[in-house]
């Protein structure tokens, strides 16, 4: 889906009166920042399809819309949910820093996470829970939680299509970055798959056990 032109006519249709997010895009044709970031505008509105709308109003042709929200510097772009400006941000901002101002925007885009406490409760009230860490091999092997496997992040999407229905999926890495972007790809209606909030460093700052191998095999009498 590309981006749509809006204009001091269509402004309050198409942005205010939508019955979901809506990013607009305060532009112009002679600014260069305006043109730089306009690429990745593209890319988020096709990537955040039926999620995020992404409006582009060029305030040379609608200066009303303009003055109303009194844009002074562009590119400005403006949130607006439920027809009210929600958050804001300005400048020819990268990707990375446009998703994050998204998401922290949009709480339906929020990666689905579980936190320690949480997830520790759930596990010891036996929930029928799969712990995946995608971390490497030797940090895994170091400290872990207990019974979680190790995964590259490659081969999650395969794993969890295997699982019986009415398993939960938690995954793990050691910030919480990398489960959470496999999270939010994996999640459904049909199989809950979330990441472990803050990934292990939260877990053991929570004061949460983790094993080593070793730890792991003398706790279940397998050790050597």
Not at 5 to 24: C, H, I, R
Not at 27 to 40: K, M, N, S
Not at 63 to 74: C, V
Not at 164 to 189: D, H, T
Request: glycine content about 8%; charged content about 25%; proline content about 8%.
């Amino acid at each position: 889906m590309s981006t749509i032109k809006v204009t001091d006519k269509n402004f309050e249709t198409a942005v205010l009166a939508a019955p979901g997010p809506v990013l607009v895009d305060f532009w112009a044709t002679w600014c260069g920042p305006c043109l730089a970031v306009a690429p990745i505008l593209e890319q988020l509105s096709t990537e955040y399809a039926g999620k995020v709308t992404i409006a582009k109003l060029d305030v040379d042709e609608s200066p009303q819309t303009a003055a109303r929200y009194r844009i002074q510097s562009i590119p400005t772009m403006i949130l607006f949910e439920g027809g009210k400006p929600k958050n804001a941000v300005q400048g020819a901002l990268p990707k990375p820093k446009l998703v994050e101002f998204l998401e922290k925007s949009v709480s339906s885009l929020k990666p689905p996470s579980i936190k320690p406490a949480e997830l520790k409760a759930g596990l010891d009230a036996g929930e029928p829970w799969a712990l995946y860490d995608v971390r490497d091999l030797g940090p895994f092997s170091r400290s872990h939680l207990l019974r979680s496997a190790r995964l590259a992040p490659e081969d999650v999407a395969a794993t969890v299509a295997t699982l019986p229905a009415g398993r939960n999926v938690a995954l793990i890495c050691r910030s919480g970055e990398v489960s959470s972007e496999l999270a939010a790809k994996l999640n459904s209606p049909t199989r809950r798959v979330v990441a472990l909030e803050k990934g292990l460093l939260a877990w053991e700052g929570s004061g949460f056990p983790t094993y080593s191998d070793q730890e792991e095999k003398e706790l279940n009498g397998t050790g050597g």
